[in-house]
């Protein structure tokens, strides 16, 4: 009769080496914020392949086919998270962008726009910069008594609500020896010009205020 022998146990098992380092690699890659969720599947289903095969295998050792097992399917879950607070870092980051913007936007709309001409003759040709149907455009005032004063009041959301370059100019008469234009936004005089003389003209213009 001849006598049977059970194999000895290896003391290395390359699966389980394998899936040690798939799973590693699989972790490392979960950690990185959003981007992780694309870069672990390769690694981590290789390794949950590699590591099952590790602790099925007779004969060999598999503490680390455990190991790169649980590395592997950890990593997925890791990614999951990762990706899941990158996107709610970008998400906030986004709203408050758009909150600044819109919030520095409408601190910068004008409030009122008052134009004014004063002199010392009867009146004074003038044309300043209006809105008709949310368009920019200029209007005239011919004749205008003086002293003249225009206010315009844009309203949030109109098309020229963060338009900031205004004019106005104004043409005195046969009697007139002094001519003075202003522009004020918001209480701020923006431009102010004088001008001397029998039908003397002054233009104002502010492109920022």
Same mark, same amino acid.
């Given at each position: 009769?001849?006598?049977?022998?059970?194999?000895?146990?290896?003391?290395?098992?390359?699966?389980?080496?394998?899936?040690?380092?798939?799973?590693?690699?699989?972790?490392?890659?979960?950690?990185?914020?959003?981007?992780?969720?694309?870069?672990?599947?390769?690694?981590?289903?290789?390794?949950?392949?590699?590591?099952?095969?590790?602790?099925?295998?007779?004969?060999?050792?598999?503490?680390?086919?455990?190991?790169?097992?649980?590395?592997?399917?950890?990593?997925?879950?890791?990614?999951?998270?990762?990706?899941?607070?990158?996107?709610?870092?970008?998400?906030?980051?986004?709203?408050?962008?758009?909150?600044?913007?819109?919030?520095?936007?409408?601190?910068?709309?004008?409030?009122?726009?008052?134009?004014?001409?004063?002199?010392?003759?009867?009146?004074?040709? !003038? *044309?300043?910069?209006?809105?008709?149907?949310?368009?920019?455009? @200029?209007?005239? $005032?011919?004749? =205008?008594? %003086?002293?003249? #004063?225009?206010?315009?009041?844009?309203?949030?959301?109109?098309?020229?609500?963060?338009?900031?370059?205004?004019?106005?100019?104004?043409?005195?008469?046969?009697?007139?020896?002094?001519?003075?234009?202003? !522009? *004020?936004?918001?209480?701020?005089?923006?431009?102010?010009?004088? @001008?001397?003389? $029998?039908?003397? =003209?002054? %233009?104002?213009? #502010?492109?920022?205020?």
């Amino acid at each position: 009769m001849t006598d049977a022998t059970t194999p000895a146990a290896s003391s290395k098992n390359g699966l389980a080496i394998a899936a040690l380092v798939l799973g590693i690699v699989a972790l490392l890659g979960a950690m990185i914020p959003i981007f992780g969720i694309f870069l672990v599947w390769a690694p981590a289903l290789v390794g949950i392949g590699l590591g099952i095969g590790a602790v099925v295998k007779k004969n060999a050792p598999k503490l680390l086919g455990w190991i790169g097992l649980g590395l592997s399917v950890a990593s997925v879950f890791v990614a999951i998270v990762s990706a899941a607070i990158g996107v709610g870092v970008v998400s906030t980051a986004v709203d408050s962008a758009v909150s600044e913007a819109s919030a520095s936007a409408a601190a910068a709309m004008p409030k009122e726009i008052v134009y004014e001409v004063t002199g010392d003759g009867g009146s004074a040709d !003038i *044309t300043y910069s209006s809105m008709t149907g949310g368009n920019w455009g @200029s209007e005239n $005032a011919n004749g =205008s008594p %003086l002293p003249f #004063s225009k206010t315009l009041t844009p309203e949030a959301g109109d098309a020229w609500s963060t338009f900031s370059s205004f004019s106005l100019m104004a043409i005195g008469t046969a009697d007139t020896t002094t001519l003075t234009c202003t !522009i *004020t936004v918001d209480g701020k005089v923006v431009s102010t010009k004088t @001008s001397t003389g $029998a039908y003397t =003209s002054v %233009l104002c213009s #502010s492109s920022s205020y």
